[in-house]
C-alpha cells in the first residue's frame, strides 16, 4: 500500500553528531595570511541529534528533531540514541502530524533492533522502509547536516556546550542566507516538538 493510499506522511529520519571541535569551512583572508579558528582545547563533548523530514502532498513539510547532550564525565555505557529513543520521536511525530507515517531510515543497529520491529508491528499507523546501505543521497536529512556543517557550525569555537547545542537549534529554525531555499522544504512547524 502507498502513503497516498494510506494518507501517511513520508518520513525520512537520520541522526548526527556534533563536537564542541570546530568544522572548519571554506573563508576568506588578506592574501599570505592563513586564517584560524583558535581554540582551547580538544573536547570529547557532542551533542547527537536526531532529525525527520516530514513530507505528504498538500501540507507543509516539516521538520522534527530531537537533540542530545552526552554527559560531561566519560564513562561505560550507551552516550548515543537507543531504539527506546527513536520510538519515543516516532510517537512524538505521529502525535504532531496526526496521521499514519511511512519512516524511512538507514540500516543503523539500533534502527533494526528487536523491539523497535516488534514496535512497528504492533502499531498499524507506522510503516518502516529501510533504505540501501551506503545511500546517503536517498535521504534528505543528510543534506541538512551538510548545510548546519558548511554555515552557521562553520569556523565556530564553542564556549560550552550550551553554545553548540544554541547554535544547532538556531540553525535549524533559521536557514543562512542563500540556502533558504534548500532546508526551506524541511522547516519547523510546532518548535514544541523540538523542545520534547
Same mark, same amino acid.
Given at each position: 500500500?502507498?502513503?497516498?493510499?494510506? @494518507?501517511?506522511?513520508?518520513?525520512?529520519?537520520?541522526?548526527? @553528531?556534533?563536537?564542541?571541535?570546530?568544522?572548519?569551512?571554506?573563508?576568506?583572508?588578506?592574501?599570505?595570511?592563513?586564517?584560524?579558528?583558535?581554540?582551547?582545547?580538544?573536547?570529547?563533548?557532542?551533542?547527537?541529534?536526531?532529525?525527520?523530514?516530514?513530507?505528504?502532498?498538500?501540507?507543509?513539510?516539516? +521538520?522534527?528533531?530531537?537533540?542530545?547532550?552526552?554527559?560531561?564525565?566519560?564513562?561505560?555505557?550507551? $552516550?548515543?540514541?537507543?531504539?527506546?529513543?527513536?520510538?519515543?520521536?516516532?510517537?512524538?511525530? $505521529?502525535?504532531? +502530524?496526526?496521521? &499514519?507515517?511511512?519512516?524511512?531510515?538507514?540500516? +543503523?543497529?539500533?534502527?533494526?533492533?528487536? @523491539?523497535?520491529?516488534?514496535?512497528?508491528?504492533?502499531?498499524?499507523? +507506522?510503516?518502516?522502509?529501510?533504505?540501501?546501505?551506503?545511500? &546517503?543521497?536517498?535521504?534528505?536529512?543528510?543534506?541538512?547536516?551538510?548545510?548546519?556543517? !558548511?554555515?552557521?557550525?562553520?569556523?565556530?569555537?564553542?564556549?560550552?556546550?550550551?553554545?553548540?547545542?544554541?547554535?544547532?537549534?538556531?540553525?535549524? $529554525?533559521? &536557514? &543562512?542566507?542563500? !540556502?533558504?531555499? !534548500?532546508?526551506?522544504?524541511?522547516?519547523?512547524?510546532?518548535?514544541?516538538?523540538?523542545? @520534547?
Amino acid at each position: 500500500m502507498t502513503a497516498a493510499a494510506l @494518507g501517511a506522511f513520508i518520513v525520512f529520519e537520520d541522526e548526527a @553528531g556534533f563536537s564542541m571541535t570546530p568544522s572548519v569551512a571554506r573563508t576568506w583572508g588578506r592574501r599570505g595570511h592563513t586564517p584560524v579558528v583558535r581554540v582551547r582545547g580538544r573536547s570529547w563533548r557532542r551533542i547527537s541529534i536526531a532529525a525527520m523530514c516530514c513530507y505528504k502532498p498538500g501540507e507543509t513539510s516539516r +521538520l522534527i528533531y530531537r537533540p542530545r547532550r552526552h554527559p560531561k564525565r566519560r564513562g561505560k555505557g550507551r $552516550h548515543s540514541f537507543a531504539w527506546r529513543d527513536y520510538r519515543d520521536l516516532v510517537v512524538r511525530a $505521529h502525535i504532531q +502530524l496526526g496521521t &499514519p507515517i511511512v519512516l524511512i531510515w538507514d540500516n +543503523l543497529n539500533t534502527h533494526r533492533a528487536a @523491539g523497535m520491529r516488534e514496535y512497528a508491528a504492533a502499531h498499524d499507523w +507506522l510503516t518502516i522502509v529501510q533504505l540501501p546501505s551506503y545511500a &546517503p543521497d536517498l535521504n534528505p536529512v543528510e543534506g541538512i547536516w551538510s548545510l548546519l556543517r !558548511r554555515g552557521p557550525l562553520a569556523n565556530i569555537a564553542f564556549t560550552d556546550d550550551e553554545h553548540l547545542e544554541q547554535t544547532l537549534r538556531r540553525g535549524l $529554525h533559521e &536557514p &543562512p542566507s542563500g !540556502r533558504a531555499s !534548500r532546508l526551506s522544504a524541511c522547516r519547523v512547524a510546532s518548535r514544541a516538538a523540538a523542545r @520534547g
